[in-house]
């Protein structure tokens, strides 16, 4: 018989950022427990959840668990009996630890001979016990990112609990978590249904849950809030701001969605619009409205929880709120601007940006020095404005206004800039510094922020390894990963070819005239961390892992010119019937030079075979064109030139013998060719990644 569960964990408000992700581990952690414990489900299972409760349905769930067929191996069949075929205190033992009669042992063949073993077979128990004695453990496991204790309560979780519902197939599945027995009983809305609801199962609850005004699928009730705040919009002639992400957090934030459209003096709309809109909507929750002509109007929605009974009061309290955050802004805007931009930087002197790297100040003064060096290299004749932007870039941090808005870094400082009449190209340099935001977030335009991003960030990058902030695990609280992944874009980006070795070598040098590090030591690491942080970038890229190695393994400097050889290399690896064969023979090279690491240089005037004339006259020919093609970034006419050296390369290994044992100055010549081979072939991959 298939069941019906309905498990509802009734708690104080839950965190809007925590309750997606807090589902999605409370659902994988039942499907588990279920899937262990041998507990079928033909129906699936669902999670659903408001800021007060955290719903999990499942459909198609057995009743009892699967029976259990144990074969267990007992001791050897002569030791088991004597040799009269009687048993002995072995099969005796054995027989009692297992339960079952002596005579019923029977023996099996296995490859050390015959053994005593006992079939036993161990019936499911009622998935209700399961259920019973499993989901308080499951409950205190959920990862949430921070949990609570209360009162004398040790039970940890993300809110006080205070009730369960827990219905299987009807009936109360009966335990006690955190001082709370479950029970059939819910609650609804808290204002607009506070009364207890008495539940007999699924349907049951969903019509209960509609009529005391909670919407627990959290899409239905984002689909809600886009709706009521667009009719609240409308009433003013506006439009909301397109914030998929704010709907999402609202609509965390709520179990019955309602909307008022606010406004407020329009006086503060002589703000830069990315101070109201920000005040707004991260402070408030509030969505900005924009008349049709996309510019911003002196209104704002507000989702509310409840349907007010008043909505003209409810109004004026948002606009209140609202008016003493933008009267702030208005202040923060009026002081920051009595202290020039650049005036600030001095100010940076007593910011600690880390304790064994030293103040905002010091980095500035670093990052400053690389971009005028990456400058010199890819933007020659905007020198003057990457070094203005690099001195201006961080001094907005210690206005008022980021600090009352630290997601408006950058954008503030842009902001000054051009009420300070610095060219467009300067202010659009200080905010796209930043850029990109996120991972796959939009790249910076200008050259200029480009130019600056990437000496920050490379900054940044060397100064937490020379100190021993490596990224561990999932941590990383400097975000390097991402700033290497940054790097990294826009660079592909901005189409420049630098050199990743250089620009790493310049941000150590400058580094080391501060902090005492091992020079060596962390420019390897850095180099491998950035690589391996492309390498995830192109397997997300949908990208073979082995194709991605063959690459960067041979060489990873310029990342320019990297793609353009995978996507060669992947080219030529599907339509070239040479591909294999090129792969084997390299690995043959590799193996021979796996245990030499001396140089060598041949000398043709030592060959003894023809074989070795041969193959180095075939290398001799087409040497000097394969470079030209990699120079060209002609990667696939470069692998279909070295493809034909495989049959010289094949008929040296046959016609000689490498490691010449009886003559070192033989065999150190024919390493020496094969090293010219090796190193041809590593201009365009490391062939010895592929599986074939």
Known sequence: MANELLLEIGTEEIPAGYLAEGL???????EDCLSENRVEITGGVETFGTPRRLVLIGKGISERQTDLVKEITGPPRSVAYDGEGRPTKAAVGFAQKQGVPVETLQCIETEKGEYLYVKREIPGRPTAEILAESLPVLMAEIPWPKSMRWGAVGFPFVRPIH???CLLNAKVVPFE??????????????FMSPEPIQISGIQDYLKN???AFVVIDLKERERIVQEVVQRAAEKVGGRPADDPELVGIVANLVEYPSAVCGSFDRSFLDIPDVVPITAMREHQKYFAVYDPGG??????VAVN???ARDQAAVQRGHERVLRARLSDAAFFLKEDRKTPLLNRLEGLRQVVYQADLGTSYAKVQRFTRLAGHIAGMVLPSEAENVNLVARLCKCDLITQMVGEFPSLQGVMGKEYAQLEGYSDAVSTGIYEHYLPLRAGGALPTSGIGAVVGIADRMDTIAGCFAVGLEPSGSADP??????????????EGMGWDLSLKELTEEALSLLIEEVQFDKAQVFSKVVAFVRERYKQLMLGADYASDLVDAVISADFDHIQRLRPRIDQLKTFAAESEEFSQLCLTFKRVSNILKKEERPFQPDPTLFREACETALWEAFQSLKDEVYRFVEQEAYLDALSLVATIRKPVDDFFDGVEVLARDDQTLRENRVGLLQQIAGLMLLLADFSKFSI
């Open 177 to 190: 978590v955190a001082g709370v027995k479950s029970g059939d009983t819910t609650r609804g809305h808290r």
């Open 163 to 165: 009730w369960v519902v």
């Open 295 to 300: 510019r911003l109007m002196p209104n704002f």
């Open 24 to 30: 999605a581990q409370w659902r994988r952690l039942v």
């Open 209 to 211: 849950m509609e009529r």
């Open 305 to 307: 929880n409840t349907v």
């Open 478 to 491: 400097f975000a390097l990963r991402r700033h290497a992944l940054a790097i990294i874009r826009i660079i």
